[in-house]
């Protein structure tokens, strides 16, 4: 079993929303926690991420578009997905990682902890 669980996927037209939860493994002591995407034939890519003290991170071509974000009771990590386009098309992973005082990084080998992933599809 996953240590973290996805949810919110879903099939959406350009310009859409959608907005995926991910119940992470815990949530204590310094952390960065991510979402990260894959599409068919291409290499899995970061999104957005989290640290503990609130810094947030985005690729450059979600920025503006995506918001992540955790509940208040730090249980629950959310991406807010907005003005959707083809090109988000993917399967999306949230992961965790403990972590220092550095901004998070997109770099998937460094997280140790994975869902399963989630489907989004986007259609023109």
């Known amino acids: 079993q996953a240590p973290l669980v996805e949810s919110g996927g879903g099939s959406v037209q350009s310009g859409g929303s959608l907005k995926l939860s991910c119940r992470p493994r815990?949530?204590?002591?310094?952390?960065?926690l991510g979402w990260f995407r894959q599409a068919p034939g291409k290499e899995r890519e970061g999104v957005a991420g989290?640290?503990?003290?609130?810094?947030?991170k985005y690729t450059d071509s979600v920025k503006g578009r995506f918001t992540i974000s955790q509940g208040d009771a730090r249980n629950t990590l959310y991406l807010q997905m907005e003005s959707l386009n083809p090109d988000d098309t993917a399967i999306y992973f949230c992961?965790?990682?403990?972590?220092?005082?550095?901004?998070?990084?997109?770099?998937?080998?460094?997280?140790?902890?994975w869902g399963q992933g989630t489907q989004v599809t986007v259609s023109s």
């Open positions: 992961a965790a990682a403990n972590w220092g005082t550095a901004e998070c990084q997109f770099i998937p080998m460094i997280f140790p902890f």
């Open positions: 989290i640290h503990s003290d609130g810094r947030t």
């Open positions: 815990n949530s204590n002591g310094r952390y960065c």
